[in-house]
């Protein structure tokens, strides 16, 4: 059975308070900045969304590291490490159950960019996900700072990069790549045994014009299919024990005929 947590599912709690003070590198406990974060002028705050992450720690911006609580979907509280420069939030690491994780606020593009672990109950690796929070996500956070869209998760994280999928046994499942939410570059599926299932190449969310193979798990041929503009198009092919045995033609995504064993059908 699967460890369910989610590195998602932090509320980052002084990122919605705040930065802090003036020596380079100085280590800040959460007790100590609650006691001396000064809030600023809203206006001269720097905002990602609706939130607001540069504060004043004793008067000055603050280079360094603040040890923060990290509030996780199981009700438990763990402390990370959120790092700051020039008064500005930008790193939050911290270690659960013996793995590191790793958020980043990216203050160019106005988002926060995540590497999700999950892992087995053998502790291997179940999957690894790489997106940032929407601004959409960002604004609740401002209006209901214990807000978390559970149930909702595909409307307020964007995938954004490799994400990977693995069996039980530590073998690949699943490999995708993605950029803004939208498939790019090569997707592959595995068996639980290592055998390539299907691969297909993607550019800006449609699969790329050109000729996929399908296997079965013992290796052999399943289907051929042809794409073009995205969409199913001409001459799609399934093969039993190295044979054709179905053939069926399609234009634009539309079946208009099956091929059976040499006999034509509309």
């Known amino acids: 059975m699967k460890s369910f947590f989610l590195c998602s599912i932090i509320l980052i709690g002084s990122c919605l308070i705040g930065c802090s003070d003036s020596t380079p590198n100085q280590i800040v406990s959460w007790e100590d900045w609650k006691e001396n974060v000064d809030s600023i002028p809203l ?10 992450y540069r504060y004043i720690f004793k008067g000055e911006k603050f280079n360094g590291t603040l040890l923060s609580p990290v509030y996780l979907k199981d009700g438990s509280t763990i402390f990370g490490r959120e790092e700051f420069v020039n008064g500005i939030f930008y790193k939050l690491s911290y270690k659960y159950n013996g793995h590191d994780f790793l958020i980043k606020l990216d203050s ?29 996500f960002l604004d609740s956070l401002s209006i209901n700072p214990t807000f978390f869209p559970e149930n ?26 993605y950029e803004h939410g939208k498939k790019i570059g090569d997707h592959i599926f595995y068996y639980e045994n290592g055998q390539i299932k299907s691969f297909f190449s993607y550019r800006e969310d449609k699969i790329v014009d050109g000729t996929y193979k399908t296997y079965y798990e013992n290796g052999d041929l399943n289907r051929k299919s042809n794409f073009k503009n995205g969409l199913l198009h001409g001459l799609q092919t399934w093969y039993r024990d190295g044979k054709i045995y179905e053939q069926v033609w399609v234009e634009n995504g539309d079946t208009k005929y099956y091929i059976i064993e040499n006999f034509r059908r509309l």
């Open 152 to 177: 909702n998760q595909d409307l307020f994280f964007v995938k954004h990069g490799k994400n990977e999928v693995y069996y039980e046994n530590g073998l690949l499942k699943t490999s995708e790549e």
């Open 43 to 52: 206006v001269e705050k720097e905002i990602i969304g609706n939130i607001k």
């Open 108 to 136: 160019v593009n106005k988002t926060m960019q995540q590497n999700i672990y999950q892992f087995y109950d053998n502790g291997k690796v179940w999957l690894k996900i790489e997106e940032y929070l929407s601004e959409q």
